[in-house]
C-alpha cells in the first residue's frame, strides 16, 4: 500500500490518494481523493505501508504536531519503507525576499509561498524547511535520507526529501524522548515560562501520536 497525503487536484496512479472533502477546500474545483479525510486523523496498521508522499503539506502542520506525524507515519512504514516530501525552500525563498534588485511582484510570491496562501483557516505555513534542518529533523524519528533535489516553479523554489524508514522498530515511549530532546533544541532557555511551553508542545506532540499511531 502506498500512500498520497494531502493530494488536492492532483491523483497519483498506484497510491491511495486522500485529502479533505471539496468542502474544506475554497478555490479547489474538483475532488480527485479516494478517500476524503482530516489526515491528521488517519491511522493504520504497523508495518502496512510501502511509502507516503506529501507533496506542500508537510509545512502546513505546527512544529510538535509534525513531530507526532513522522512517529506515526514511522510505525506505519515498513523496514525500509519511503516517506517522500516536497515543501519550499526556505533558504532560496527568503533570500529573494531580502534581495533589494528583486521586483515587488517576486518578493510577493516568495513571501506567499513562505507563508502560505491564506485562503482557507488551514492554507498557512507554520514551519520554514531548509535541506539540512529537514535531514536533521527525518534523523531524529528514525529516518535515513536517501536524497534531496530542488526544483522551481511559477518563481517558487522547492525541496524534495526521499527517505526510508530505519529497519529497527521505535515503542511510543521512545518516541517521546525523542520529541522531548527534539523541541528542546527550539527553547530560549530553560526558564518556568519557556518550560509551560515545551509541556505545550508535548502535549501537541502526545495527541498527535494517540490519534495516528499504527496498531
Not at 475554497?26 to 506529501?54: C, F, G, M
Not at 523554489?157 to 522498530?169: F, K, V
Request: proline share 3%.
Amino acid at each position: 500500500m502506498k500512500l498520497h497525503l494531502g493530494c488536492g487536484q492532483r491523483y497519483l496512479d498506484g497510491y491511495l490518494n486522500i485529502d479533505f472533502p471539496l468542502s474544506g477546500h475554497t478555490v479547489q474545483q474538483i475532488s480527485v481523493a479516494d478517500i476524503h479525510a482530516d489526515i491528521t486523523s488517519i491511522s493504520y496498521p504497523k508495518n502496512s505501508v510501502e511509502e507516503i508522499r506529501l507533496h506542500h503539506v508537510f509545512e502546513h502542520f505546527q512544529r510538535p504536531v509534525a513531530c507526532g506525524l513522522l512517529a506515526c507515519w514511522h510505525s506505519w512504514l515498513q523496514p525500509g519503507g519511503i516517506l517522500h516530501l516536497e515543501v519550499p525552500d526556505f533558504k532560496k525563498t527568503a533570500l529573494i525576499m531580502l534581495n533589494p534588485l528583486h521586483s515587488l511582484k517576486k518578493k510577493s510570491v516568495a513571501e506567499r509561498h513562505l507563508f502560505g496562501s491564506h485562503e482557507a483557516s488551514w492554507a498557512v505555513h507554520c514551519e520554514g524547511y531548509t535541506s539540512s534542518m529537514l535531514k536533521n529533523m527525518l534523523a531524529s524519528f528514525g529516518f535515513e535520507t536517501l536524497g534531496v533535489t530542488c526544483n522551481a516553479w511559477c518563481g517558487t523554489y522547492n525541496l524534495e526529501i526521499i527517505a526510508n524508514r530505519h529497519t529497527m522498530s521505535v515503542s511510543k515511549e521512545e518516541y517521546i524522548e525523542i520529541a522531548n530532546q527534539f523541541l528542546r533544541n527550539f527553547l530560549l532557555d530553560s526558564s518556568d515560562m519557556e518550560m509551560k511551553l515545551h509541556a505545550v508542545w508535548m502535549d501537541m506532540f502526545y495527541k498527535q501520536l494517540e490519534k495516528g499511531w499504527g496498531q
